[in-house]
C-alpha cells in the first residue's frame, strides 16, 4: 500500500480540533486542525495559499507541514458551526473568574457537531441570537470564500502535539455525559 493510501487510510480525529498557527506573508494566521492523525490534518481559513511546505507552530513548538490539496468549501453547516464556535470563544472571553465553566466551553467548541446543542448552551447562558440573525451571519459568511486545505507532516514536534491531544480526545467523548446534553438525543 502506497504511502498515500495509508494516510487515507489511517484513523483520524474529527471530534476535537487543534489550535495551530500557520506563517503566510510574514504573519501568523490563526486556525483549527480537523481531522487529524500523526500523519496530517485538515483546516479551514479564508485566503487562497499555494500548495507546498508551510510553517505551522503550536505554542513554540514548531514544524513544517505540506498542503498537499486545496479545495473551495460552500457547505452552509460546516459555516455555520465556525460561526458558532466563534460565539462561544467571544463568551469565554467574558469569563475571567469562571475557569472550569471557561475549560467546558472550550472544549465544547472542539467538538466537531452539535451545532444546536451548542446554541442552546449559548442561549442558557444568555447569549441571545435569533435565528434570523444566525441567517444573517451566515449569508454574510458564505459571500466569502472560504479554503480548505489537507496538510501531511512529517515531524516529531507533530507527533508529540497528537500524542497530548489524543489525551484530551477521551475526555471530550465523555461530554455526552453532561447535564442537558445527553438530554438531546431523548
Known amino acids: 500500500m502506497s504511502q498515500a493510501s495509508l494516510q487515507r487510510a489511517s484513523v483520524r480525529i474529527n471530534h476535537i480540533t487543534i489550535r495551530l498557527h ?110 434570523q440573525q444566525w441567517h444573517q451571519q451566515l449569508a454574510n459568511r458564505m459571500a466569502q470564500p472560504l479554503y480548505q486545505s489537507g496538510v501531511h507532516v512529517r515531524s516529531a514536534v507533530w507527533k508529540e502535539i497528537v500524542h497530548e491531544a489524543n489525551k484530551v480526545a477521551g475526555v471530550v467523548q465523555d461530554l455526552g455525559n453532561w447535564p442537558g446534553f445527553g438530554d438531546s438525543a431523548q
Open 22 to 131: 500557520y506563517l503566510h506573508d510574514g504573519q501568523w494566521h490563526m486556525v483549527r486542525a480537523q481531522r487529524w492523525n500523526a500523519t496530517g490534518f485538515c483546516f479551514f481559513y479564508d485566503q487562497p495559499l499555494p500548495l507546498g511546505l508551510l510553517p505551522f507552530k503550536r505554542s513554540l513548538q514548531h514544524f513544517d507541514g505540506e498542503l498537499v490539496w486545496t479545495s473551495v468549501q460552500q457547505d452552509p453547516l460546516q459555516v455555520l458551526e465556525m460561526l458558532v464556535n466563534e460565539q462561544i470563544h467571544q463568551y469565554v472571553q467574558s469569563l475571567h473568574d469562571q475557569p472550569v465553566l471557561q475549560g467546558r466551553l472550550l472544549q465544547l467548541a472542539r467538538v466537531h457537531g452539535m451545532v444546536d446543542d451548542k446554541r442552546r448552551v449559548l442561549a442558557s447562558l444568555g447569549v441571545k441570537v435569533t435565528e
